[in-house]
Structure formats: structure tokens, C-alpha cells
């Protein structure tokens, strides 16, 4: 992730005490992985601190794994040592701002010198003043955890506060410095929970009371409801930014969040739905950046969906002149060129280059030097907008051929028998009148042909001039060959009687066959050479349920081996098994062959190796696990419909230019990379983003800012050659405190879910974990150190724009690709990684920090929908009705006590006792309830990439416990700390690296 730099008066070079370490389990220490012997990480940690000085052992591999199960109980005596440690212990209910244990919930804690350990003097009071904004009054909404007492007021940011003076915010004595987000580090909480958390977070929780054996009675803990809420900022955001216009005139804005519904008006700089950046202002040097430790990235989506209400990118065509670039480094005119010379000569905004203008282009310039046809031309006058591209970008110098759709079914025996083959022949009539088109044309210039297999290929002659389709079988699948040219790839409206009668045959063609063996990596060979025999570029869609054990390329063995998980060896997981996939997608990206997969998994089917060709080719992977006909078609439909009909370009080449100081060292998405600059990929469609790190390699100044171009070369579904450019100038600051202000925090993550995700890879999860707990304390301490005006060091100072970032954090550290949880399969691990590996921001947001609505709360008159609660089961309450998605599942929560004429009006039965749980639709009953609680399910869903599953989950019945993974503040199941366990484990990390 971040190389470390050392923070304050850390010594770099610190030494590690000679003999031998102290024994014991590890808290995060600082030293991570290097303590124990492990070569330097590609994602290093922060420098070791003086383990002299350490309040506990440094990491030590041992053969335990990192989450004790039940049965791995620690000594009584060590957690009494790690309890002290903490400092949690020596809080009486004598002090000031706690109640006596048996005094039922604290008040809100508003003196400092209530958290201290004892030798501390009294400190003047915690929380800085902020604007008032009034938490929601308690009701059954906030479940059985809302506090008796009256709510407190609370601040901007969330947090129980005294009220200032006036609403304004009252900014803190030091300048430029974000709103510090102070309250006091959680107190003693209640029994093995904190224990847990100390013990081996990143880790499990030691299971059960017995363990707790001779320590003092739990104490009172942190009120959930005074630490920052990811709600609350949602609503503060869409409450100052929502429905307004954002217009992108001015360098270095941060934009609305992702959850806020805005429009975006493009003045010269990319809409956010293009690129978001993990910060809007760049540090000037490279020591600032090491010493903040915030990567500087940028999500780029370069085909986002665009709301009808803003205008679509303009077409810029200078005929055979092609666009207008820099001589030197070849930039795309843009707003950031600088016109000189009365209009002969411009200065490139990238590499200072001064270029003659062409004769062709010529302009005078007004009062102000700017181009009399400044607003008249897109590329001078917009953040982003497309060229026409000359032959000179083609292949061979020739324009393309329109690209080609393959539909590839595999017709082993379970998926004839289970009815899956004729219902994809079905659907196929119907999303083949839909297939994509250019907005001026009439019919799409989509070619298609279909392929079936099982241990042999099938190629079918689907020519208009047939009276029936022809087959031919191929039975090499080591040197796969096409038995036909002509006949193959057609025009669906010219064939569509003769494609319509092979889509009614193919289920009875196969009806009586016994095959169960399939192959796959000679399927996607076959569609690959086919697109190369027509010369163009395409995507297959393969629709497959097995593990492919013939005897063929490919071949893989059941290596499910649970035994891996906990250890070094684990990686090996989410490696392929073979590298015949890896060169394969290599192959396809070379000719513009996209792959895109539905599975349909009964047992392991190895994603790790059959997703590695759809993640590198820019394809989809779709998984339906144990595919029932009756519950999950429409899922699986949707899913089809919508990856058809997505906007999409072909044989695309990415490069991103940045101007002089910094550049591009990173990249992380559905891509394949020949060298460090060109970013290949077979097919992009607007769903899919790449996510770009930069690193400095010279100053960079504050009056010309930071300037990214992202300009992606593609061929457009009429096999038109395009240049998509995407321009954004951001911020340079030598003040720290500027940094953080710009910062995004849902940017942030997105940038650490996915090199955390690439780097499982290579390395052991535990550490991977141990890193990025250690790069949100450092971020958190530098800002601490260097921003923030002092207070004590009992209270956790967060910035503004970070407030948000420990809960983030804490859900992607509990996310299942990084935290192995025994009943979570190795297939869907391998899954969620790849699906994170190509998200957006807004998806990713969603999907780590899922959606929670209670239902019960909805006025069926309104169209607003009603406000999300947290993520948490306090939140739940027995008379409610819930609704949580994520961007991938849905669930409707009933609670035990659901109000009858609620149930009556969504499922239309008398009581909750008849509602059947194994529907995965609601049933149309014609009541306002169930139309609102529909049409909020579909709005919900029509922004995401995947058709969300639903599940119905009746309160304390055994499909809870897949549920409750979702509440992602709470404590997880099978290992995994609380919100408010982390942010005490991320406050003492801080006060290590700040002592």
C-alpha cells in the first residue's frame, strides 16, 4: 500500500532489543512483519517504533492461527497483562461522567479526565464546539440500544456535544485545520468482547465468559451513538449538497459524496462519475506524502452511466487531421493547454512543452488570451469529450470490424436435467432483440454465433440462406480449431428464424445425454479463435456449472483444502491452479476477446482459476450458487438482460499522463499490462472502474496544481475507432492540514479494499491486516500531530473528512476475503475478491458499508424513502420490518413482533407465522405498502451492477445468522471487532506512534 514514512520522532532505524522477543499473542505491533523475520512488504508497514518502549509483544508467527476458535482459550494472566495494558481497567464509578455499574447507561461523556489513567491531571473539556444538528428522537427505529436519557445535541459530525453559542461551526484555535472530531477512547467494555479485541484483533475473539475468570466486572463501554456515524454523514452531505448542481469549474473541489444525488455540470474538469480521488489536494513533496501516508489515487470509471438530465460527452472529429496533441508528451488538447503567441503556439499544461499550432486549428485570442472559439470547442472548453481516431489508431491500419457476441452453454447432463440449458435458449430469443446499438442506428452492428459443450465443442451453421442450423462437432480440444468461417458469426435479424430454431433444438438435441465431464479453457479458445478468423473484437458470454475435469488444457483437480486457511499457505487459494489461464486471458486481450461468465455452482468449481480470464479481459464473472430454476431464474435473467444491454467499448488501450512532478506507478482493475503506461483491456463496459495510485517523483508546485488525463482509445459497437479523453486538475499544498481536508474517504477505501485484495495474493492475510490497521492509525496520528490544535491523549481526534474512515475500515478488515470464516466457501472468497477488483466507488462504498431501511417506518403517501439506520442490531427492533442491501444481496428482515396489517400489506397473509421464507420476489399485492416497498427495492437495485438476490429472514430463526454478517458494526460472528472495539484498538495504536 504506502511505503511508510517515519511520523514525527520515530526513529526510522529503530532497533529491535537483542534477545530473544517476549512471548505472547500479538497486538498489531508496530514492527508487523518485520519483526518476526519476513522480507520487506511490496505493502510495508509503518517504521518500527522503539519496541523498548511497547506496551506489548511483537508479532511472533505461530503456528495458532490468527482467530481462536473456542477451544484456544489464553492464560487468565495474559489477558490481565493485555487488559492493563490498555488502560481500561482503572476507571471507578467514583469519576466524573460515569455511572456506577448498576446505574444503567452513562450520560454522555463529556470530561476528558473520565478516561485517563490515573496519573494525568484533570484536562479542560473534550469536545470542540460544532453546528447542532438534532439526532433523530429515539423510537423503536433505534431498537432496544436507544438511551433512556434525553438526547444529547449533537454536532456536525454526529457526536454528543455541548452547544456552542450560535449554529456556525466555530473553527478550533489552529488554522486550516479540520473540524477535530474529539471523544474520549472506549472505556472498559463489557466482558470478552474488549478482551477479544485486544487479544488478536486482527483476529477472532477467545469464545465465552469462562475466560474472563478472575477479572474484575465488566464495565460500562463507549455509547455507540457518540461515536461518528457513516449515516449521519450521508444525510449531512445529501441535506447541504443533495439536488443541487455541481458545477466543475474550480481546481481541487471536492465533490459530493457518492451517496448523494446531485447534477454534475461539466466546466472543465471531469465529472465525478468519471474519476473521484482519494484526496482533491496533493501534497507538494514526496516527504509530505510519506509522512501523512494517504495514498494519493484516483478511481477512474471512464464509462459511467450518465443520468439523462446531463449531457452526453460531445464528438470532436478533425477529419484526417486527427485530435490536436503535444509534441512531447503526447497530452490530448485540453482545457489545461495554455494559448501564446497571439494564437500560433499553445504550452502544454503536462510537460511545459511549447507546440505550434496547426494550420487547421487556428484561433485568434480575445482580451484575456483565451481562443475567440473557446466555448465552441469541447475539448477546450470541457473536462471530458470524445475524438473520432484517425486510421493511424487502428490496428494494421485499418478501421475495425464491428465487434461479435458468442453465446457459449454448457449442456453437460445436470444442467439438461435441471432445466438450466432451455432456459437460457428461451431467454436468448428475448435479449437478442435488445442487443446494443449505436443511438443513430437502426438494427445493432453486433454479429452473434453459439457454441455448446461438454467434453467436446459444438459449432452450429447458423447462415439465413438454412433451411435448419448445422452442427459440427469438434472433438480436438488440445489444438482447438473453427470448422467453419462463413455461417458462424451473423446478423441476428437476417438469421433469426434459423437462430430461433437452433435455440428450440438444442434442449432436446442433448436431452439424453449422460456427459457430466466438461471442459472450459478450449471453450474460451474456440471463441477467441473465431473472432480472430473474422477479424474483430467481441465477448463471450459462457455459461458453465462444473468443475472442467476432462482431459484437456485446463484441467483442473478439486484443491479445496480448508486446512490452508489460517496460514502462510493461503494465498495459494486465490492463485490459479494452472497458468494455461493466465496466458489464455493474455491471448484474448490481444485480439479483443472479452470473457464474460455465469457460473452455477452445486459444489467448488475453482473461481480462482476459471474468474482469472473474465478479470483480465474486462468481462463479468456472475455466480448463482445451488441454481434452483423456480427461486433464482429471475436473478440470473436480470443479470443476462443487463450485462446485454450495458454500454460498452472494445479493444481498448488506457493511458493515464499526469503533468510534471508526479505519475501513474499503480493500477488495479479488470486489466492486463504489457508495460508500466498502457493499461490493455478487451472490452471496458460502464460498470467498471480502474483505480490508478501516483506517486511523486519531483516537487510539485501549488500554482499549477496536479493534472490528470485519462484517455482511453476504443472501438464503439459500430466498430468506430475512439479517443475517450477525461481531464481533472487537482491541488498542491506544502500545509498537511490541506491534505486532509480534500480528503474522500470512500475513495480511500475503495483504493484499500483493492490493494489489499491484490495483495492476498502473495501474502499472509494476517499481516495484510496488521497494514492497513497500522496505516489508519498513522494517517490518523499524523493528522493528530501535525493538525490538530493539543488536547489530551486520552481523546481521538479525527479530521472531518476522515471521521467515517474507521468504520469503513473495520467492515473491509471483516470482510471475508480477508478474515477466513468456516462456513464462508473458499469459491465465494475468491468471488468477492474478484467483484471488488473492477468496483466504482459508489459500489464499493455500498457493498463494505451495506444499506439499512426500516420498512416499518414508511409513509406510504411520500415518495421519500425512509432514512437509513446503522449498520448494527441495536438498530433492529422486534415490531420492525427491515431492509438491508448491499449491492449483491438483499434481505427483508421481519421482526417477531411485525405488525400484522404490515405483513397483510407486503405478502398478503394474516400474520408473520405464514409468511414463506423461500420466496425470492415479493408477490404483486396491490397495497400501497407493498407497491412503495417495491419500488424503493427497485431503485435500490437500478443503480448496481449485479441483480440482488432477495431473502426473506423471520427474527430468531436459522437464516439469521447469514443476516446478522451484514450489521457490520457489531462484533463478527466467527471473528472480526466491533466499531467500537476497533476505534479503541486504532486510538492505541495512535498513542504508541505519537509517544
Request: charged share 15%.
Amino acid at each position: 500500500m504506502k511505503p511508510a514514512g517515519p511520523l514525527g520522532a520515530a526513529a526510522p532505524g529503530a532497533m529491535l532489543p537483542p534477545g530473544p522477543p517476549p512471548s505472547g499473542p500479538h497486538q498489531f505491533g508496530q514492527n508487523g512483519a518485520h519483526a518476526s523475520g519476513h522480507p520487506p512488504q511490496r505493502f510495508p508497514g509503518p517504521p518500527p517504533v522503539n519496541s523498548m518502549t511497547s506496551s506489548y509483544a511483537p508479532y511472533q508467527p505461530s503456528a495458532q492461527p490468527s482467530y481462536p476458535g473456542p477451544a484456544s482459550a489464553s492464560p487468565v494472566s495474559q489477558l490481565g497483562s493485555q487488559l492493563s495494558a490498555l488502560q481500561i481497567n482503572s476507571y471507578g464509578s467514583s469519576q466524573p461522567g460515569m455511572a456506577p455499574p448498576s446505574q444503567g447507561p452513562p450520560g454522555p461523556p463529556l470530561s476528558a479526565s473520565a478516561f485517563q489513567s490515573p496519573p494525568r491531571p484533570p484536562q479542560p473539556s473534550v469536545l470542540q464546539p460544532g453546528s447542532q444538528v438534532l439526532p433523530p428522537p429515539p423510537t423503536t427505529l433505534n431498537g432496544p440500544g436507544a438511551s433512556g436519557l434525553p438526547p444529547p445535541t449533537y454536532r456536525q459530525d454526529g457526536l454528543p456535544g455541548p452547544a456552542p453559542p450560535s449554529a456556525q461551526y466555530q473553527p478550533p484555535p489552529l488554522p486550516g485545520q479540520g473540524l477535530g472530531t474529539g471523544y474520549p477512547p472506549q472505556q472498559a467494555s463489557s466482558g470478552p468482547q474488549m478482551a477479544g479485541a485486544q487479544l488478536s484483533y486482527p483476529g477472532g475473539f477467545p469464545a465465552g465468559p469462562a475466560q474472563m475468570a478472575g477479572l474484575p466486572p465488566p464495565q460500562k463501554k463507549l455509547d455507540p451513538d457518540s461515536i461518528p456515524s457513516p449515516i449521519q454523514v450521508i444525510e449531512n452531505d445529501r441535506a447541504t449538497r443533495g439536488g443541487q448542481v455541481y458545477a466543475t469549474n474550480t481546481r481541487g473541489q471536492v465533490p459530493p459524496l457518492v451517496t448523494t444525488d446531485c447534477m454534475i455540470q461539466d466546466q472543465g474538469n471531469a465529472s465525478p462519475r468519471y474519476i473521484r480521488c482519494t484526496t482533491y489536494c496533493f501534497p507538494c513533496t514526496s516527504d509530505m506524502a510519506k509522512q501523512s501516508q494517504i495514498p494519493l489515487a484516483a478511481v477512474i470509471k471512464p464509462f459511467a452511466t450518465i443520468p439523462s438530465n446531463e449531457t452526453p460527452l460531445f464528438l470532436v472529429n478533425h477529419g484526417e487531421n486527427g485530435p490536436v496533441r503535444c509534441n512531447r508528451c503526447k497530452a490530448y488538447m485540453c482545457p489545461f493547454m495554455q494559448f501564446i503567441e497571439g494564437g500560433r503556439r499553445y504550452q502544454c499544461g503536462f510537460c511545459n512543452c511549447v507546440n505550434d499550432v496547426p494550420p487547421f486549428y487556428f484561433q485568434h485570442l480575445d482580451h484575456i488570451g483565451r481562443r475567440l472559439d473557446h466555448y465552441e470547442k469541447p475539448e477546450l472548453s470541457l473536462g471530458s469529450y470524445e475524438y473520432v481516431a484517425t486510421l493511424d489508431y487502428c490496428r494494421k491500419n485499418k478501421p475495425p470490424n464491428p465487434p461479435a457476441f458468442i453465446f457459449m452453454i454448457d449442456v453437460s447432463y445436470s444442467n439438461i436435467k435441471n432445466g438450466l440449458v432451455k432456459l437460457i435458449c428461451e431467454e436468448l430469443k428475448t435479449v437478442l432483440e435488445k442487443l446494443p446499438k449505436e443511438e443513430q442506428e437502426e438494427t445493432s452492428a453486433i454479429r452473434v454465433g453459439f457454441i455448446t459443450y461438454n467434453k467436446v465443442l459444438h459449432f452450429f451453421n447458423i447462415k439465413s440462406n438454412l433451411a435448419q442450423p448445422q452442427m459440427m462437432v469438434v472433438t480436438d480440444v488440445g489444438e482447438v480449431f473453427v470448422p467453419l468461417l462463413d455461417g458462424f458469426l451473423v446478423n441476428y435479424q437476417e438469421s433469426q428464424s434459423v437462430i430461433h430454431n437452433l435455440l428450440d433444438q438444442i434442449p432436446e438435441m442433448f436431452a439424453d445425454s449422460n456427459e457430466n465431464e466438461t471442459v472450459f479453457a478450449p471453450v474460451i479458445q474456440a471463441g477467441m479463435e473465431a473472432l480472430k478468423a473474422a477479424d474483430c473484437p467481441g465477448k463471450l458470454f459462457i455459461f458453465h456449472s462444473s468443475l472442467p475435469t476432462a482431459e484437456a488444457p485446463g484441467k483442473l483437480k478439486n484443491r479445496d483444502d480448508k486446512k490452508l486457511v489460517n496460514t502462510d499457505k493461503e494465498k495459494i487459494l486465490f492463485q490459479p491452479q494452472t497458468n494455461v489461464y493466465d496466458s489464455l486471458a493474455k491471448d484474448c486481450v490481444a485480439h479483443g476477446c472479452s470473457v464474460t461468465l455465469f457460473l452455477f455452482p452445486s459444489q467448488y468449481v475453482d473461481v480462482a482459476s476459471l474468474g482469472l480470464v473474465p478479470q483480465l479481459t474486462g468481462g463479468t464473472l456472475y455466480k448463482y450458487n445451488n441454481f434452483q430454476i423456480h427461486l433464482d431464474s429471475q436473478q440470473f435473467l436480470n443479470d443476462l438482460r443487463n450485462d446485454i444491454e450495458k454500454k460498452i467499448g472494445f479493444d481498448a488501450i488506457m493511458r493515464v499522463r499526469t503533468s510534471t512532478g508526479f505519475r501513474a506507478t499503480d493500477f488495479f482493475g479488470g486489466i492486463f499490462m504489457n508495460n508500466t503506461t498502457d493499461v490493455e483491456m478487451a472490452a471496458i463496459d460502464c460498470d467498471k472502474a480502474v483505480t490508478v495510485e501516483f506517486k511523486h517523483d519531483d516537487k510539485l508546485s501549488e500554482d499549477s496544481g496536479a493534472l490528470i488525463q485519462c484517455a482511453v482509445l476504443y472501438t464503439t459497437l459500430s466498430g468506430q475507432r475512439r479517443l475517450r479523453i477525461h481531464n481533472l486538475g487537482l491541488n498542491c499544498s506544502s500545509q498537511l492540514a490541506d491534505l486532509y481536508k480534500s480528503c474522500e474517504t470512500d475513495a480511500l477505501i475503495n483504493f484499500f479494499a483493492k490493494s489489499a485484495f491484490k495483495a492476498v495474493l502473495h501474502q499472509p492475510l494476517k499481516v495484510i491486516r496488521e497494514i492497513l490497521v497500522n496505516q489508519t492509525a498513522h494517517m490518523l496520528a499524523c493528522y493528530r500531530k501535525n493538525c490538530a490544535s493539543p488536547s489530551a491523549a486520552s481523546q481521538l481526534i479525527l479530521p472531518d473528512s476522515m471521521k467515517v474512515l474507521p468504520v469503513y475500515m473495520n467492515c473491509l478488515l471483516k470482510n471475508c476475503v480477508l478474515l477466513s470464516r468456516p462456513e464462508i466457501s473458499t469459491d465465494e472468497r475468491a468471488y468477492q475478491r474478484q467483484l471488488v477488483m473492477t468496483m466504482g466507488v459508489a459500489d464499493s462504498q455500498l457493498f463494505l458499508y451495506p444499506q439499512l431501511l426500516p420498512i416499518h417506518t414508511l409513509d406510504v403517501k411520500s415518495t421519500v424513502s425512509p432514512a437509513a439506520v446503522r449498520c448494527s442490531e441495536s438498530r433492529l427492533s422486534e415490531e420492525g420490518i427491515f431492509l438491508l442491501a448491499n449491492g449483491l444481496n438483499m434481505f427483508l428482515w421481519l421482526g417477531v413482533s411485525s405488525p400484522p396489517e404490515l405483513i397483510q400489506g407486503i405478502f398478503n397473509v394474516p400474520s408473520l407465522a405464514h409468511v414463506n421464507t423461500d420466496m425470492t420476489l415479493l408477490p404483486e399485492v396491490g397495497s400501497p405498502y407493498s407497491q412503495r416497498l417495491r419500488m424503493i427495492m427497485s431503485i435500490i437495485q437500478q443503480k448496481r451492477p449485479y441483480s440482488m438476490k432477495l431473502t426473506i429472514v423471520k427474527q430468531r430463526e436459522q437464516p439469521e445468522v447469514v443476516f446478522r454478517q451484514f450489521l457490520v458494526e457489531d462484533k463478527g460472528l466467527y471473528g472480526g471487532a466491533s466499531y467500537v472495539d476497533f476505534l479503541c484498538c486504532v486510538h492505541k495504536e495512535i498513542c504508541q506512534l505519537l509517544n
